[in-house]
């Protein structure tokens, strides 16, 4: 700078004063921003691939589920309605697969597309103190089939949650509740007798551990219930570094496995597969 006039030095001075200082603050933006976004897309229910037996007969079951955040937290709308944050579309699809008949048919195939809406009382989960949290949503649940075979229903749905940490190794217990009401059940008047208004729900386990999650729907009569209970263990850090998933197992009792046999009951079904998340 030798060469410019003592008026352009100070102008120079002042204007890379200037942008350095506009620099150190935007530092700290861009790093939270680079930290806030959360993913558009992530998991909804387990999505997993088992197989067992019984009755002399070998049946994989495999289900894949997402949910996509349908406004983004910085976008506008959010800014002007924060509640529209929750916004999710969300996809189930769940499959028995015959494996021991000649053409290895499909027992079975249920989807569910859904409009839910998720509330959070505080993400600060891994915390000690309790911590609630809130699913509301519309659902839409059929098999795909026509005439007596076909099955579908249409639901409203909340679902509340309760957790909390146990001791200070990590570990957690989740209680939760569905309560649903029916908007449409043409195909299958009687769907509640088996399936009833209300499904608990109750989790334990680790977040990088092993995990339990027991779902009880109990139908319109005492005696008309289903019970699954999952169990999984993480193979991604011991086995596989991160191309693993989780070790799953299943086991059913109860009423209505399928959409297809909602009003039938059958001998308890113990399953075992691998799941990319739980």
Do not use: C
């Amino acid at each position: 700078m030798d060469g410019l006039s003592p008026m352009t030095k100070t102008s120079a001075a002042v204007l890379i004063r200037r942008t350095l200082s506009l620099a150190a603050l935007a530092l700290p933006l861009a790093g939270t921003a680079a930290e806030a976004p959360p993913p558009l897309f992530t998991s909804h229910d387990p999505s997993y691939f088992l197989v067992g037996h019984r009755d002399k007969t070998t049946t994989a079951r495999f289900q894949f589920s997402f949910k996509y955040m349908l406004f983004d937290r910085n976008s506008v709308p959010t800014r002007w309605f924060p509640p529209l944050s929750g916004m999710h579309f969300a996809y189930t699809q769940n499959a028995i697969w015959d494996l021991s008949s000649e053409s290895k048919p499909f027992h079975d195939t249920n989807y569910r597309p859904a409009l839910i809406w998720d509330w959070f009382g505080d993400e600060k989960i891994g915390e000690a103190q309790p911590v609630w949290s809130a699913q509301a949503g519309f659902e839409h649940e059929s098999n795909g089939r026509r005439e007596l075979e076909s099955r579908s229903i249409n639901t409203i749905y909340i679902e509340p949650h309760w957790q909390t940490a146990v001791g200070s190794s990590g570990h957690f217990v989740k209680l939760g509740a569905r309560v649903m009401s029916y908007l449409e059940r043409d195909d299958n008047p009687d769907i509640a007798d088996y399936r009833g208004h209300a499904k608990f729900l109750l989790s334990a386990g680790k977040p990088d551990g092993a995990q339990y999650r027991l779902a009880w729907r109990q139908g319109n009569k005492p005696e008309r219930y289903s019970v699954q209970l999952d169990a999984s263990y993480p193979l991604r850090r011991q086995y596989f570094a991160n191309t693993g998933g989780f070790l799953y197992v299943q086991i059913f009792t109860g009423y209505g496995e399928t959409m297809l046999d909602y009003y039938m009951r059958g001998p308890t079904q113990y399953r075992i597969g691998f799941a990319v998340s739980r």
